[in-house]
């Protein structure tokens, strides 16, 4: 997904870490350029809306399960993967 406008962060590049950026497993320096980018780009701050809603929606429902980090690792891996853009 792009904007078509210009950032200093690709809106790829943004959507990609939005979970470390809710997380903030994210250092200082790069939360800050996906804030900026947020608070720029309209489409990408729908999406962000998105992606917290799901997070929260998910918390709900397992907030008392805990994953293994094996389990964590492998489901950020295929977040990773998974083209944003075709939604």
């Known amino acids: 997904m792009s904007c078509g406008d210009p950032h200093e ?12 950026y809710l997380d903030s497993e994210c250092g200082d320096a790069r939360r800050d350029l996906i804030k900026q980018h947020l608070a720029e780009c309209s ?3 729908a999406e962000y809306g998105i992606e917290q809603d ?3 929606l998910v918390h709900r429902c397992c ?3 805990t994953a293994p980090q094996e389990v964590k690792a492998r489901l950020r891996e295929k977040l ?8």
């Not at 962060?9 to 470390?20: A, I, T």
């Not at 990773?80 to 939604?87: E, M, N, P, T, Y």
């Open 9 to 20: 962060v690709d809106c790829r590049e943004v959507l990609s870490e939005v979970y470390f």
């Open 43 to 45: 489409p990408c701050l």
């Open 54 to 56: 799901v997070r929260a």
């Open 63 to 65: 907030s008392k399960d």
């Open 80 to 87: 990773a993967k998974f083209d944003l853009g075709s939604g």
